[in-house]
């Protein structure tokens, strides 16, 4: 089954403690992409990765950091978290759809608590 | 600076028609999309216009004006099902991986 998986789906964590969240693709995509949600304010990219190795920073980049040393894999990491990352997080993998569209397939989210 | 705007709420009734509409300013453009996303759950992909035009599929259609900066969601024979949150989103940057959603649009699908 094609699917893009996280962990964990939910953490509730402390100010500066470093946190990783993993993402995980089956589908051989190329690009991937991380974002975090917010009521009110829709989806905004944080991080994006054209192929391993090949990172770049989205809208809101502040405060993260990721890695794709594995096309399948794309952690994203909090080195200090702050109550202003508490969010519902999505990672996402990109493809062209088979009729011509560019489609993404997101995750089933982490819903991240910073105290 | 990159903004969407769509409305935050429309309600319709079970089989009516209804539109969601999209305006966009970007600094790059590759296409529009449309997701849609019920509580609790993630963003699921509905279309994409890369061109201007109308783009069908099943009950949906997406239009897309790359000249007005404009582009909207139509749904017809609305079911109760549909009630969920859509996002329209431009697909830009220097290599098209760049995203900007929309703040989302609350439907509400009443019987």
């Known amino acids: 089954e094609a699917q893009v998986t996280q962990n964990p789906r939910y953490l509730i964590t402390v100010t500066g403690k470093k946190l990783t969240v993993t993402c995980s693709q089956n589908?051989?995509?190329?690009?991937m992409s991380w974002y975090r949600q917010d009521p009110g304010l829709g989806l905004r990219q944080i991080y994006y990765?054209?192929?391993?190795?090949?990172?770049d920073k989205g809208d809101v980049p502040e405060g993260y950091k990721v890695s794709r040393k594995e096309k399948r894999n794309f952690p994203l990491i909090l080195e200090s978290p702050s109550p202003n990352q508490t969010s519902l997080y999505f990672c996402?993998?990109?493809?062209?759809?088979?009729?011509?569209?560019?489609?993404?397939?997101f995750g089933p989210g982490t819903r991240l608590t910073v105290t | 600076g990159q903004s969407l705007e769509q409305p935050s709420e429309v309600t319709a009734v079970e089989g009516a028609i209804v539109q969601i509409n999209c305006t966009y300013q970007t600094s790059g453009f590759y296409g529009l999309s449309w997701y849609q996303q019920h509580d609790g759950g993630a963003p699921t992909f509905l279309s994409y216009n890369a061109l201007d035009g109308l783009e069908e599929t099943g009950r949906f259609s997406s239009f897309l004006s790359r000249s007005d900066s404009y582009g909207y969601l139509l749904l017809q024979e609305l079911q109760m099902k549909d009630s969920a949150s859509y996002f329209c989103a431009v697909r830009g940057g220097d290599y098209g991986q760049n995203f900007v959603f929309g703040p989302g649009t609350r439907l509400s699908v009443l019987p």
């Open positions: 990765s054209m192929n391993v190795e090949v990172t």
């Open positions: 589908m051989n995509h190329e690009y």
């Open positions: 996402a993998s990109s493809f062209w759809g088979t009729s011509g569209s560019y489609e993404q397939y």
